[in-house]
């Protein structure tokens, strides 16, 4: 729609029960909030769009109709925008519209088949959009965005998360001859509110290691190789020791999930990008260099109750 186009009515979506569902506060790209309704797999969406003229003119139609579409967008070449849901139902047959109308909408039990994200390079929502068509005139579009969250994830099943509490993780750092350091931590799956607990042990330390730290970094990748965009994101990072290890020690670690803006583990969505988080330890030596090893670690959202 053209910047100096002054369109001849407003358009108005409102949500059932939109008051007093949960919504979620998601920054945008001009850093303002806004505040989105929480919708889930299978459930329905259904509301009212009220069309409102101003003026009192009348305004000449050729239908109004209401879509649920959810796509994935990005700026960059290396993937084009595409829709992977689009529904559709006609609220009015052409028509003048003389007085403000409202009309009813129901998209039935909608699969909702991915988590809406906002990342550096990409984005994945699901909006209402609302067009009323003229002939040989600009049509008049109105969007409303819903946020989706998926409350159980087919990539981490029961019986996979069983296995990895009977399994400790295991992380190496190592400079022959020089350094040897294991992190050692429970598990690698997490739910997006738990603690990671875990120990690192020092076997070798011939180095004079100032201090250490730990964090969580965040990858969004998107597009294929050759032409993949990554961006990394630290999400945690703090001291964990100050000063000399001896040979021996053992330091306990306990990281807080809950505190921190963590995105559930998102693997090749659509065939379009993924989202992988790092647990990354860091020791940097009196000369300022830093050694470093990472390792992924799952996370998901915890299961809604019944």
């Known amino acids: 729609m053209s910047f100096f186009f002054k369109a001849p009515l407003d358009i108005e979506i409102r949500l059932d029960s939109e008051n007093i569902r949960k919504h979620i506060n998601i920054k945008t790209t001009h850093g303002r909030t806004e505040s989105l309704p929480i919708y889930e797999d299978g459930e329905t969406v259904k509301g009212e769009v009220t069309v409102r003229l101003k003026e009192g003119k009348a305004v000449e139609h050729v239908g109004i109709k209401v ?9 960059l070449d290396v993937i084009s925008s595409s829709e992977f849901l689009s529904l559709a139902t006609e609220l009015a047959s052409p028509a003048v519209l003389s ?86 931590y429970l598990k690698s799956r997490f739910l997006l509110k738990e603690v990671i607990v875990g120990r690192i042990h020092f076997f070798l330390v011939r180095l004079k290691i100032k201090h250490m730290e730990i964090s969580l970094i965040r990858r969004e990748s998107v597009g294929t190789a050759p032409n993949q965009a990554v961006e990394s994101d630290t999400l945690v990072q703090f001291e964990i020791m100050d000063g000399a290890p001896v040979k021996g ?36 030596d009196e000369d300022a260099r830093r050694y470093f090893k990472q390792s992924e670690i799952i996370l998901y959202r915890e299961p809604k109750e019944n």
């Not at 879509?67 to 700026?75: D, R, T, Y």
């Not at 040989?136 to 990539?155: A, G, M, Y």
């Not at 020690?249 to 809950?258: A, D, N, Q, T, V």
Request: aromatic residues 10%.
């Open 249 to 284: 020690e053992s330091i306990p670690i306990r990281l807080f999930l809950g505190g921190y803006n963590l995105t559930p583990t998102y693997k090749d969505v659509n065939k379009k990008f993924s989202v992988r988080t790092y647990l990354s330890l860091v020791l940097i």
């Open 67 to 75: 879509q649920l579409l959810g796509s994935i967008e990005s700026p």
């Open 99 to 184: 007085n403000s109308e409202s009309y009813p909408f129901e998209f039935k039990n909608v699969e909702k088949q991915h988590e809406s994200y906002r990342g550096k390079n990409v984005k994945l929502r699901y909006f209402i959009r609302v067009v009323v068509s003229r002939k040989n005139k600009l049509d008049i579009t109105r969007e409303k965005e819903l946020w989706v969250q998926q409350f159980s994830s087919p990539q981490v099943s029961p019986d996979a998360i069983a296995n990895t509490l009977k399994l400790s993780v295991k992380m190496d750092v190592g400079i022959e001859q020089c350094l040897h350091i294991e992190f050692e």
